[in-house]
């Protein structure tokens, strides 16, 4: 399979793109779903905005290096990586924090509903949002699983919120088919597009969605605890109230009115003053992952997949496999179920193969094509079938630990 790899690299039309991303010398990086490689170009803006727009702009750069707009400006750019316009997308806090914020918002425009439908085993942060607002008795949760949920949605609906690419398998929801029946329900929607934006091609606007979410450190490469962001439909921004009434949110922050007045457009979803190290790298992150192409990673992320599984079957490997068969059912990742999945995973990671583990037994193989080689995973796959040919995986080193990350 090495060789089929090296001629799948050679007609590879995207792999130059890998030298425009710092990937260490060693490692096989197949984490890129939890937190992308760092682009070479973030060094340079970091420094820029650092020594010039801080070091000598000082204040001065709020507006003369376009600080005020930064969150804007870059969820602008993010729009056409999810079917937005320009105007509905911001850049802004965490997507935890977002995620609230547009449960409340929805929750009030859904007045005589409290319930805030989704699925059992959805990404954590998103179901103990719910469970927060609930606390204030504001929310009721009700869970059904995958198969159920149109089935769920009743006139006490007031919103349903679901993970577009499920975290742990990958696998997909059709967002215009369940925007549709939930709307027909007279509920509202939120996606949560984190393990989707910048690997999966996305459109909001076709499937009529209300709102959603998404995160900047992982496809979009904007480091470690990057801004998030969050989309709403035009439709619903002169409605929209959210519930932190920070100034960066006012219609005129500068006022330093003592009553807050919303902004009328989604700069109404900003909060605090806005983290300008965090932007100017998510930025730098966005602009690449846009001049790539979503289409062309989508693509390219499927095919290694796909060859993953081929070398998987090549090496003669039994291997439960929880993600979909079919890579246009999932996301960039491939999961798999092993009672000593941990052990497993660490094993992989001591031979500089970086793939990530989720309780209690699933290890999971990320596939971000802006960087990632076919002969990073037919390599890969060898390591994998070396570690559980030779019980290595067994060494007391590779055992569970009290703590996983």
């Given at each position: 399979m090495i060789e089929k790899s090296r001629e799948l690299d050679a007609a590879d039309p995207l792999s130059h793109f890998r030298e425009r991303f710092h990937v260490p010398k060693g490692v096989i990086y197949l984490d890129g779903n939890s937190l992308g490689c760092l682009p070479k170009a973030t060094r340079g803006r970091m420094q820029e905005v650092i020594d010039r727009e801080w070091g000598?702009?000082?204040?001065?750069?709020?507006?003369?290096?376009?600080?005020?707009?930064?969150?804007?400006?870059?969820?602008?750019?993010?729009?056409?990586?999810?079917?937005?316009?320009?105007?509905?997308?911001?850049?802004?806090?965490?997507?935890?924090?977002?995620?609230?914020?547009?449960?409340?918002?929805?929750?009030?425009?859904?007045?005589?509903?409290?319930?805030?439908?989704?699925?059992p085993g959805n990404f954590p942060t998103d179901l103990y949002m719910i469970a927060g607002l609930e606390r204030q008795g504001l929310a009721e949760r009700r869970l059904a699983e995958r198969g159920e949920l149109i089935g769920a949605l009743d006139e006490d609906v007031a919103l349903l919120m679901l993970t577009h690419a499920h975290y742990k398998t990958g696998e997909l929801f059709d967002i215009a088919a369940l925007t549709e029946a939930a709307q027909a329900a007279g509920a509202l929607v939120l996606w949560d597009l984190s393990h989707s934006t910048g690997a999966l091609p996305v459109d909001l606007n076709a499937a009529n969605a209300d709102f959603a979410v998404g995160c900047g450190y992982k496809y979009l490469c904007g480091g470690p605890g990057a801004p998030a962001f969050a989309f709403v439909a035009e439709r619903h921004l002169g409605r929209l109230a959210q519930p932190l009434t920070g100034w960066f949110g006012h219609s005129a922050p500068f006022a330093f009115s003592d009553d807050y007045d919303a902004a009328s457009g989604i700069e109404q979803l900003l909060c605090g003053t806005s983290p300008v190290l965090g932007l100017s790298a998510l930025e730098v992150g966005v602009d690449l992952i846009a001049e790539i192409g979503v289409g062309r990673l989508h693509q390219k992320s499927r095919a290694l997949s796909d060859f993953f599984l081929e070398c998987v079957a090549d090496h003669g490997l039994d291997l439960e496999l929880v993600s979909p068969p079919d890579s246009g059912e999932r996301g960039s990742q491939l999961s798999f179920r092993h009672p000593d999945a941990y052990a497993i995973c660490q094993a992989l990671i001591a031979r500089g193969v970086i793939g990530d583990f989720r309780d209690p037994d699933i290890f999971r193989l990320g596939f971000a094509p802006a960087y990632l080689r076919f002969t990073d995973i037919a390599e890969a796959a060898r390591h994998l079938a070396e570690v559980l040919e030779s019980g290595e995986w067994q060494r007391e080193e590779f055992g569970r630990r009290a703590a996983v990350t």
């Amino acid at each position: 399979m090495i060789e089929k790899s090296r001629e799948l690299d050679a007609a590879d039309p995207l792999s130059h793109f890998r030298e425009r991303f710092h990937v260490p010398k060693g490692v096989i990086y197949l984490d890129g779903n939890s937190l992308g490689c760092l682009p070479k170009a973030t060094r340079g803006r970091m420094q820029e905005v650092i020594d010039r727009e801080w070091g000598e702009g000082l204040i001065r750069s709020w507006n003369d290096a376009g600080w005020f707009d930064m969150a804007k400006r870059i969820g602008g750019k993010i729009a056409p990586l999810i079917g937005a316009q320009p105007h509905e997308v911001i850049a802004c806090d965490s997507t935890s924090v977002n995620i609230f914020k547009l449960l409340a918002a929805a929750l009030d425009m859904r007045p005589g509903r409290k319930v805030v439908l989704s699925e059992p085993g959805n990404f954590p942060t998103d179901l103990y949002m719910i469970a927060g607002l609930e606390r204030q008795g504001l929310a009721e949760r009700r869970l059904a699983e995958r198969g159920e949920l149109i089935g769920a949605l009743d006139e006490d609906v007031a919103l349903l919120m679901l993970t577009h690419a499920h975290y742990k398998t990958g696998e997909l929801f059709d967002i215009a088919a369940l925007t549709e029946a939930a709307q027909a329900a007279g509920a509202l929607v939120l996606w949560d597009l984190s393990h989707s934006t910048g690997a999966l091609p996305v459109d909001l606007n076709a499937a009529n969605a209300d709102f959603a979410v998404g995160c900047g450190y992982k496809y979009l490469c904007g480091g470690p605890g990057a801004p998030a962001f969050a989309f709403v439909a035009e439709r619903h921004l002169g409605r929209l109230a959210q519930p932190l009434t920070g100034w960066f949110g006012h219609s005129a922050p500068f006022a330093f009115s003592d009553d807050y007045d919303a902004a009328s457009g989604i700069e109404q979803l900003l909060c605090g003053t806005s983290p300008v190290l965090g932007l100017s790298a998510l930025e730098v992150g966005v602009d690449l992952i846009a001049e790539i192409g979503v289409g062309r990673l989508h693509q390219k992320s499927r095919a290694l997949s796909d060859f993953f599984l081929e070398c998987v079957a090549d090496h003669g490997l039994d291997l439960e496999l929880v993600s979909p068969p079919d890579s246009g059912e999932r996301g960039s990742q491939l999961s798999f179920r092993h009672p000593d999945a941990y052990a497993i995973c660490q094993a992989l990671i001591a031979r500089g193969v970086i793939g990530d583990f989720r309780d209690p037994d699933i290890f999971r193989l990320g596939f971000a094509p802006a960087y990632l080689r076919f002969t990073d995973i037919a390599e890969a796959a060898r390591h994998l079938a070396e570690v559980l040919e030779s019980g290595e995986w067994q060494r007391e080193e590779f055992g569970r630990r009290a703590a996983v990350t």
